[in-house]
C-alpha cells in the first residue's frame, strides 16, 4: 500500500510518469482478466463464449501440468489466485469482469459437496 501510495505522490510531481501509470493499470487488467477466467475454471462456473477458446487452452495446461503431479485437490490455487486478485494493483473499473468475479468467488467459497457420500 505504501508503494501504491508513493507512486500516486511521484504522479502528481511527473506528468510523464503517467504514461507508465496507464501502461500499469492495462496490464492490471489483462492480469485480472486471466485470473478470473481461471477462477471460473476452478469453480466451475461459466465464461463468457468469446472465451471459449482461451478457457479450452487453459483447461488443457492444466490437465497437462497436474497429470503427472496427481494433485488430488481440483480447487488447488484457489486461494493463491484470490488473493493474487485483491493485491492487483489499480486497474480500469470494469463492472462485468467485477460480476464475473464474484461468481466465481462466489461458487469457489461456497461449501463443496462431498462425492463420496451418498444423498
Not at 473499473?93 to 463420496?116: H, N
Amino acid at each position: 500500500i505504501g508503494e501504491r501510495f508513493a507512486a500516486a505522490l511521484a504522479l502528481a510531481e511527473d506528468p510523464q510518469a503517467i504514461a507508465s501509470a496507464r501502461a500499469l493499470m492495462v496490464a492490471n487488467r489483462a492480469r485480472r482478466e486471466l485470473m478470473c477466467l481461471k477462477l471460473e475454471i476452478l469453480g466451475g462456473v461459466e465464461s463468457p463464449k468469446e472465451l471459449a477458446q482461451q478457457r479450452l487452452e487453459l483447461q488443457v495446461s492444466r490437465l497437462v501440468e497436474h497429470m503427472g503431479e496427481g494433485d488430488p485437490d481440483p480447487l488447488s490455487g484457489a486461494a493463491e489466485l484470490l488473493n493474487d486478485w485483491y493485491l492487483c494493483g489499480p486497474a480500469p473499473a470494469s463492472d462485468d469482469l467485477q460480476k464475473r468475479f464474484e461468481r466465481a468467488r462466489t461458487a469457489l467459497i461456497a461449501p463443496q459437496p462431498d462425492p463420496t457420500s451418498r444423498a
